[in-house]
């Protein structure tokens, strides 16, 4: 199905390259690299934020150049830098008994793929309690972060009274030639794609989560983190920037753990309600990658023909390659996003919560107040980058 939406030299080569490296087949990534020239596949892998990748797959064959090596010297020097600074951090936080779990892949690069220059990545999102959050959130700026957002159209509001409402604030660091983001949050998923009410709590995560060997960061457990970065990737539509490499998150977390417990990860994903935007999350990297997950998983949780068919031809008009390209007009887009949810109730119950959720999230004093926050959640995530 997805195999088919790869087409050209280059659209072939990048996909060989973003399998896993224990599990690339060189020979194939070697016949391609010979129909591909340099500087076109080079500019390609920047377009889809997968140089690094591809540069350890040509050292591999022998087949680098200054500029491939470069690239990934470079990544390997930012990567470097940046895992100090997470380290400090998680070790000053531990030091007020406050726990933290790297998110995503931050977590991927710092304490499951053994080749971290192997994972690209724009920012860090962080993962705390939400009782530690506003004492995290001194720690964090006494680390040298200041507040800040990355997307221009968002509409949230700077500051951690902001972020105890929206589930999360975001920061800048200086790092001389390199500016790391950080996402601190204490919701582990975007609300926009479940229920409030079968949102996973952030306190439970920690009950569960992994230490990792020489630093104080933790990892969620294997089914919570899979499940966090499917949804993830169904966040961005499986296609949007940064595109592709999302669905390494999958791979490499599938890869690392071969005993993972896909019944627990079938009833969790049932439980939130969000079985369709998982299944794809899973399919695109087993078609694609190649990663192993059982056929019958896919079969649990596979949507009805007419549901699949929407979405993968919507998927195929959208492309997925070229992630910063425009994908969806904003109609299509909205149909798109509700095609997601497992049911109408489900969709309708993201978009509007129960009075008691929306009076707690919003603090307010009278039921009056709750039809004008109705309309501001509704309007917020049809029209803007929010996270409730």
């Excluded at 470097?80 to 998110?103: C, G, H, T, W």
């Excluded at 159209?153 to 929206?166: F, R």
């Excluded at 940064?242 to 049932?270: E, M, Q, S």
């Amino acid at each position: 199905m997805f195999d088919k939406l790869v087409q050209t030299p280059y659209e072939k080569m990048i996909v060989a390259c973003l399998t896993a490296r224990e599990a690339a087949d060189l020979e194939n990534i070697h016949a391609l690299y010979k129909q591909c020239q340099e500087q076109r596949l080079f500019t390609f892998a920047q377009e889809h934020e997968c140089t690094s990748i591809v540069a350890a797959r040509l050292q591999a064959l022998g087949k680098s150049s200054i500029r491939w090596d470069t690239a990934l010297d470079e990544w390997k020097y930012r990567l470097s830098q940046r895992f100090e600074v997470l380290d400090n951090l998680a070790a000053a936080l531990k030091a007020e008994n406050i726990p933290l779990i790297a998110l995503k892949n931050a977590g991927i690069a710092r304490g499951i793929y053994p080749h971290p220059e192997e994972c690209p990545m724009g920012d860090f999102d962080v993962l705390v309690k939400k009782s530690d959050f506003e004492r995290a959130h001194e720690i964090v700026m006494q680390q040298g972060f200041e507040l800040g957002f990355r997307a221009a159209e968002t509409i949230e509001e700077e500051g951690v009274q902001a972020g105890l409402i929206s589930g999360g604030t975001e920061y800048k660091k200086d790092l001389a030639d390199d500016i790391l983001w950080l996402e601190l949050q204490w919701r582990p998923v975007a609300g926009r794609w479940i229920a409030p009410e079968v949102e996973p709590i952030a306190d439970d995560l920690f009950e569960t989560s992994i230490p990792i060997e020489g630093t104080d960061v933790r990892l969620m457990d294997p089914v919570s983190n899979l499940l966090q970065v499917c949804l993830h990737t169904a966040k961005h539509s499986y296609v949007r920037a940064p595109g592709l490499r999302l669905h390494t998150d999958v791979d490499r977390i599938v890869r690392a753990y071969p005993k993972l417990d896909w019944d627990a990860f079938i009833d969790r994903a049932r439980a939130m309600r969000v079985t369709v935007s998982v299944y794809f999350s899973l399919v695109i990297p087993a078609e694609l990658l190649g990663t192993p997950i059982p056929e019958s998983v896919l079969r649990c949780l596979e949507p009805p023909k007419w549901q699949k068919d929407f979405l993968f031809k919507s998927i195929a008009k959208a492309g997925l390659f070229h992630p910063l390209e425009h994908k969806f007009s904003r109609p299509k887009y909205l149909a798109f996003a509700a095609m997601l949810f497992d049911s109408p109730k489900a969709c309708f119950k993201s978009a509007f919560p129960s009075p008691e959720y929306m009076k707690k999230l919003y603090h307010l004093t009278s039921g009056r107040q709750l039809p004008a926050c109705y309309a501001k959640r509704f309007f917020n995530l049809i029209f803007k980058r929010v996270k409730v």
